[in-house]
């Protein structure tokens, strides 16, 4: 006999406890995003197809939303939770401009996008979020965030299924990162150019990535949204 | 960890139920003023509130198809109480307003449930008499957010719906399952739909070259002829189903109906322990 202590209940048959299943609030909807910054535009790139495990839900549900003529959002990851944030983002960029008679700016928007997803960071949204715009100065800018709202202005940013093969392409090619070469900054049509080339790869290895893209470049003029096809299969 | 500085240096409480609230208590076994007790979580009654952890009488696939000037749904008639073909002549199909058709797959309590909700709001709408009525995407809208909170409040309504209709002359086809999801499309199905019918919906989409080139009477041969494969793979739907078409002159929800089927072949079937 083993040694007790007083109080000490001992069980010698095995106790019934019920399995008990917990909901998982979380599902991976896919899909790839991407942005670069130029000297005086931005350019934010996302592909269209959302998915559910191995099924595809539709083939065409944006990720990216024109905040304002100088900000464009993409996000990826738990639709659900991107579609919220998105949404949550725009209204208090309507009450900043009731209360301050202007439009929030891109730093603006980037700092308060930051604070949004730390708020929910015992419960986060599952997102990962690009932010694209130009800045005061008019320079192109890109914020990327992790779930719960760590952030960095970077030059150029892939999140996203497809981020494991897209940016270390970016790296290599808009960062110049191990080449000989001179580093310089691209010009627009370098920056589309390496960001179709970015998603045609893509598509070819992720399942989740596909069906079409959306690209946003934006200029002073404003932000020009343009779409292309990709594989669908 | 005990984060309450109070508690510091005391002997542990957990055990000891300091104020006899037994049964009342809704800690017992915890430290007061613990993180559960103030996050709302457990009963009065001692015991921990539960959450639908599972269907529990449920409906099978939902087809949803956009056609030319309308779109046209479909969904059986049972509603299966696990292997049970437990009701047979359930209505899965709702209509919710002059437009707009709900379809539902997944738990049918649930679903009354939110039959009972999207009524409700139908008629707060009217008695507003304020000449808007609420069209497909308000619906889908409303729809989503309902889905959403109670995901996020862990408890989850258990089911995927599909909404159509038709709003200021567009169509309008989505869905919305369990975790808040929303996506729309020119063709959805559900459950076992999304394996067996979505293919033949995708395929007679693109050969046709997108649902302006569907007419009425093809989109009903082509949701027929996805019900019998999904009759005849699903062992959990029923050879009688009904169709709800959406067009500028409205909602038509047909009586149950059913298809013709060939089981000759299944003489020949050897194997599966025949």
Redesign the interface.
Known sequence: MFSTYPGQVIVDHPVKVPI??R?D???D?GGTLLSIAGKDFCVVAADTR?S?GY?I?????PKSVKLSEKTVISMGG???DC??LTKRIQQNMEWYRHAHGKTMSTAAVAQMLSIMLYQKRF?PFYSWCILGGLDEEGKGAVYTYDPVGSYEREVCRCAGSASSLIQPFLDNQIGFKNQESERQTLALDEVLRITKDSFTSATERDIYTGDYLEIFVITSDGVQLTKMDLKKD | MDHFPTNWGNPRSEDVDNYNTYPVASHIGKAPHSVTQIAGFGHAAGHPSTHTQQPVVTGTSVLGLKFKGGVIMAADNLASYGSLARFRDVERLHKVADFTVLGASGDMSDYQYVKHLLDTQMIREYNADDGNTLETPNIYEYLWRVMYNRRSKMNPLWNTFVLGGISQGKSFLGAIDLKGTPYQAPSIATGFGSHLAQPILRKELETRGGEENITEEDAVKILKDCMKVLFYRDARSMNKFQLAKITEQGVTISEPLSVETEWAFAEKIRGYGA
Not at chain 1, 57 to 61: A, D, L, M, T
């Open positions: 008990e299943h909901f609030p979380y599902v909807n959302q559910e099924s839900n539709s083939r065409y549900v738990c639709y659900a579609l919220t419960f």
